[in-house]
Structures are given as structure tokens and as C-alpha cells.
């Protein structure tokens, strides 16, 4: 049982280019999200999905775009890298709300934009 | 708006310590309370989720209390161990369901 499994581990990008962020759980849960985390700022939220073909927005959307075409796949997409999107990316999944439900965390995506 | 605040931000101890770590939140009405544990470069585990009917939960030498009237909760651990050193990080729901806000965290560094 691998949990959640994110990919790339590191990427180096510069201003303008584009590239996706790949999370994958094998927990057949429901909700996935992805968080942003700066020195500081503690844990954000960008987007989230509650099932299979749904997405929302989360605390700080701009500038992401997020894919949920398969139950077990969440993408976090950047169109055109900046280097305010400099930061560490964390996914996670849950089997339902977090009234009553934790969250599983990813191992992270380190991503540096020059 | 929620506001999640963890003081102090870091903090030693000598191993065998027991100790406490704060964990403070501007609007009482919540679900639930939880606390998360990050070692360096890794993703968070979940340490203790406590509901709000609930005032304690416990794990091993982990004790979570939750007082939602003052706004607080307390993440206590006995008998402190190097292998405990990593951020604690506790976070509310708020908002939508679905979104969790969190504290800035607590480094502890447990010396031998």
C-alpha cells in the first residue's frame, strides 16, 4: 500500500514555462487536495476535489489549474510559471469531509522557479 | 475568519522531557481539532484527530486536550524521545468541509 505518491520529487523551472504535477492514492479515497507550503505561511490550499470529474477552489487558486479524470489521479497543472509559484506542493487525500476525516499527505514536490 | 496560531515556534528539550505544545483558534465553532506531525523534507502523518464532542484523545504518549470554549487545544508528550524531534502542526476545518486551516507549526528538537 504506497498511500500517496507524488511526482516530480524536485523540478527547476524558469519564468513562463509550464509543467504538471502528478498525485496518485491507492486508498480509494474520495477528496484529494493540493496545498502549497512557504516558510511562514504554513499550509494553503490551492484546489481540492471531492470526487472523480469535480474540482474547487481553494484558498489560493491563481495561477493552477487541477485535472480530476480519474478517482485515484489529481493533477495540479502551472500554464506559465512564476517565481511566486517557488514553494513546496503537497498533496493529499481523504475518504470524506474533514468534519470527521483526517487527511493523507504525499511525500512533496520540490519546485523552483528562476 | 479562522485564524490557527502555534507558540511558541520552536522549541528544545532534553530527552525525557515531558512537554506541551499550544495550539490556539479564533472562532470556537468547530468540528474537530487535529494535529499533524512533519519530519524534515516529508509530507504531514496524522498524529490524533479530536471531535469536538470529544475533550481528550490519546495515542501511545501522545495526549490531545481540546477546550473549544477558550479556543485551545494542547498536544502533551511524555517521556520525550530524539526520535520525536519534526514540526507539529495542528489545523481546524473551516470554511467548506473540505478545507482545512493550519497553524504555522512547532519545530521540536529533542537532545540526548
Known amino acids: 500500500n504506497a498511500g500517496v505518491t507524488q511526482t516530480p520529487k524536485f523540478r527547476v523551472l524558469k519564468t513562463g514555462q509550464s509543467m504538471t504535477l502528478l498525485c496518485a492514492q491507492d486508498m480509494n479515497h474520495e477528496y484529494m487536495y493540493w496545498y502549497r507550503q512557504d516558510p511562514g505561511m504554513g499550509l494553503r490550499l490551492i484546489h481540492y476535489?471531492?470526487?472523480?470529474?469535480?474540482?474547487a477552489k481553494g484558498e489560493v487558486p491563481d495561477g493552477y489549474n487541477v485535472s480530476r479524470l480519474k478517482k485515484q489521479n489529481f493533477l495540479l497543472g502551472l500554464e506559465s510559471a512564476a517565481p511566486s509559484q517557488t514553494s513546496v506542493y503537497f498533496c493529499?487525500?481523504?475518504?470524506?469531509?474533514?468534519?470527521?476525516?483526517?487527511?493523507?499527505f504525499g511525500p512533496g514536490t520540490r519546485l523552483l522557479v528562476l | 475568519k479562522q485564524e490557527v496560531t502555534q507558540i511558541p515556534a520552536a522549541l528544545s528539550v532534553p530527552e525525557g522531557e515531558n512537554l506541551v505544545l499550544n495550539c490556539s483558534f479564533t472562532d470556537s465553532a468547530i468540528y474537530n481539532l487535529q494535529w499533524f506531525r512533519q519530519d524534515p523534507g516529508k509530507g504531514l502523518t496524522s498524529l490524533l484527530l479530536?471531535?469536538?464532542?470529544?475533550r481528550e484523545q490519546t495515542s501511545g504518549r501522545l495526549n490531545a486536550s481540546l477546550d473549544k470554549s477558550s479556543g485551545r487545544s494542547t498536544l502533551y508528550i511524555a517521556a520525550s524521545q530524539p526520535g520525536d524531534s519534526a514540526t507539529y502542526l495542528c489545523?481546524?476545518?473551516?470554511?467548506?468541509?473540505?478545507?482545512?486551516?493550519f497553524g504555522t507549526g512547532t519545530r521540536l528538537q529533542v537532545t540526548l
Open positions: 479530536i471531535q469536538s464532542s470529544q
Open positions: 493529499a487525500s481523504s475518504q470524506g469531509t474533514s468534519l470527521w476525516e483526517t487527511q493523507y
Open positions: 476535489s471531492v470526487g472523480e470529474g469535480t474540482t
Open positions: 489545523a481546524v476545518p473551516t470554511g467548506t468541509a473540505s478545507k482545512l486551516t
